[in-house]
């Protein structure tokens, strides 16, 4: 991507860079907690109930978070997350040194923080790259992001083996679903020392997004109106598009199923199914990350000419036979098979669809958009935490149960998306033909 041809080289590195360096660090975060509950407070019950109120919150939140990134500048916008998170983050760190170990209240409000950010995060981080490019370069940009966030999720979910458990000098443990060992120790780092690392990228992501300057490519003119008359605006927009609608809320059927198996049924799948410990739950993690990355750099290419839409539904009927296959595994190396692919079909999925939606959604509304498709995936997600907290799923081995439930569930969302194939493929050229 040359300069000359491309004005916004510089802010698009910058925003990927700051990106990048907060990522890890939460990526570190988001492991550690869900094993900190099960590991060390031997709260799984708890955990997921949270999880499901915190996930019921995010369904009023996300919808105004939608409205949010219509109306102020993307650039504005994470600043303000990235001094609100690290401030919160900070302070639980602190107060972790101070008072010793942190127990469960410290522990959830960073998880609650850190998961409502995510949902104005990525919203904003894909309405901001659309304004950056011109349609020749979506796709690419697209999968740009992509590569930066699994390269990034790769490094987490390294740091997080080293870090969760400790390493003891010559004995062995997993990384990337190889066993290592290390001639030297590693001490375990207590939860107050990771949210300290925590904070301090937020710091640095905010110094580096403060010098974004760019020219937009695509036009935005931010709304005005009240929030309720943004939210009724983005609402009429799908009414008119129901095909639209219909694609949006079953292509998210991959994302559901990514973060409730990631905090609810993986840490339990390995350590009551698997009977193993946290490096091979963070060298699962990596795995994903790693499979997701190789997507980044070869979907475009795989799927270039293909149907982002039909892709879409090929990439889930075909995760979903892996998912059932799951239930009945007893092995590392499958678990580890399973990640690679399924981090490979996320992104693919991803990169697909945000292309399309690229294509075919103009930028002054596609905030918005975003926030309604979230609203479905959140409850999508509040349903089934919802029926992993019953104790049917955390008697014995019954937690590979759930990964029945997902294939089941991922497999009819793929077929339920192949009747609009078709019809979305055409408005996607007449677009382009725009």
């Not at 062995?172 to 020392?193: D, N, Q, R, T």
């Not at 639209?244 to 059927?253: E, H, R």
Request: proline share 3%.
């Amino acid at each position: 991507m040359k300069a000359a041809a491309f004005p916004n080289t510089r802010a698009l590195w910058l925003l990927i860079l700051a990106n990048t360096i907060s990522g890890a660090a939460q990526g570190i975060s988001l492991i550690a907690i869900p094993w900190y509950f099960i590991d060390q407070l031997h709260e799984p019950v708890l955990f997921t109930r949270f999880y499901a109120a915190i996930t019921l919150v995010s369904m009023v939140w996300v919808i105004y978070a939608g409205s949010l990134i219509d109306r102020f500048k993307r650039k504005h916008i994470f600043m303000g997350l990235t001094a609100v998170c690290g401030l919160v983050v900070l302070a639980t760190a602190l107060f972790g040194f101070a008072s010793g170990p942190l127990g469960v209240v410290p522990t959830l409000l960073v998880m609650s923080v850190t998961l409502l950010n995510f949902n104005l995060h990525y919203p904003s981080l894909y309405a901001f790259a659309q304004e950056l490019a011109d349609k020749t370069r979506y796709a690419r940009i697209v999968s740009y992001l992509e590569i930066q966030g699994q390269a990034t999720n790769v490094l987490a979910g390294a740091m997080a083996a080293l870090l969760l458990g400790g390493i003891e000098a010559n004995k062995g443990f997993y990384l990337l679903g190889v066993e290592v060992a290390l001639p030297f120790s590693i001490k375990a780092w207590e939860m107050h020392e990771i949210f300290l690392l925590d904070a301090l990228t937020y710091v640095v992501a905010f110094g580096l997004i403060a010098f974004i300057r760019y020219v937009p490519q695509t036009h935005y003119q931010p709304e005005t109106g009240n929030a309720l008359l943004r939210i009724r605006q983005g609402f009429d927009f799908l009414k008119k598009r129901p095909q639209l609608l219909w694609f949006g809320v079953f292509s998210y059927g991959v994302f559901v199923s990514v973060l409730v198996q990631d905090r609810i049924l993986l840490p339990e799948y390995v350590r009551v199914q698997l009977q193993s410990a946290a490096d091979v739950f963070a060298s699962s993690d990596m795995l994903f990350a790693l499979g997701a990355l190789v997507s980044g750099v070869i979907t475009r290419r795989l799927f270039g000419k293909m149907s982002p839409i039909a892709g879409v539904s090929i990439l889930m009927i075909g995760l979903s036979v892996l998912y059932v296959s799951m239930a009945f595994n007893h092995s590392l190396r499958y678990l580890f098979i399973f990640s690679f692919i399924y981090g490979y079909v996320n992104t693919g999925v991803r990169i697909l669809r945000v292309t399309y939606l690229f294509h075919t959604v103009p930028n002054h509304i596609i905030g918005r958009l975003l926030s309604f498709f979230k609203v479905a995936d959140t409850a999508m997600r509040a349903a089934f935490i919802g029926v992993f907290t019953l104790p049917f799923f955390h008697e014995g081995t019954n937690i590979r149960f759930g990964y029945l439930v997902f294939g089941i569930f991922i497999l009819l969302c793929g077929l339920a998306i192949l009747p609009v194939v078709k019809s979305l493929t055409q408005k996607m050229n007449e677009s382009d033909a725009h």
